[in-house]
């Protein structure tokens, strides 16, 4: 059996935190990760630990605005979310011309499902400079994607929803949205832990138990 079932030690869990405030900037991601690395500084050193797109937010007039639902979400090792939490509850965060406050933390205990589910994958072989204004090629981000599931012992069905695009200071990153489906307990919880690409730290490749293949192509 997979040791992500019986040892703390590898167990993960994602720590959300509410929002306050009125809106985020379109291109959010990267004020975001410097400000939570500026309170976290040993997230960045860690591969495993990452940070969720934000949840709740609804489009609006060249930014997105938060509401009650709004979450920041870190999927981090159980033993790292007391710190996390401590640390982030209460703090402020500058985001270009918008600040928003982080409420209270709540963790959410991963879970097994056969359908999994990214709002967005990336992988730095299909996000160079030179392609940034191209179209990425589906078959190309499927075929890369087969592999590293590979690697990791696993063979699920896959679901290309629409393409993703982002501008950060690390460049254009440029993906997919992506369902998995048909997996077995202990692989639901491996990819959950280890994700999928690059760009961990930016929302990319973290994935989420879904009920639905409904989701596939939406960003929020």
Known sequence: MDSLLTDPAE?????????????????????????VRSILPWMEGDPLAGMHLLSGLSPGNGEWYLSRRSRLALRLARQQADTASGALSGANLQLGANKIEIGAANVRELTHTSVLYARFVTFSSIS???????PVSEVDFLTICQQQLAA??????????????????????????????????????KIQRHGLGDERKRGCGIFVPHKSM?????LE
């Open 11 to 35: 167990q993960f869990v994602d720590l959300q935190f509410s929002l306050q405030g009125y809106a985020v900037p379109l291109e959010y991601v990267d004020a975001l990760w410097a400000e």
């Open 128 to 134: 160079p400079a030179s392609l940034a204004n191209e």
């Open 152 to 189: 990791l012992d696993m063979a699920p069905r896959l679901i290309c929803g629409k393409s993703q695009r982002a501008q950060t200071s690390a460049g254009t990153l440029n993906g997919f949205s992506l369902m998995l489906v048909g997996l077995g307990a202990d692989a639901t919880l």
């Open 214 to 218: 409904a989701a596939v192509g939406t």
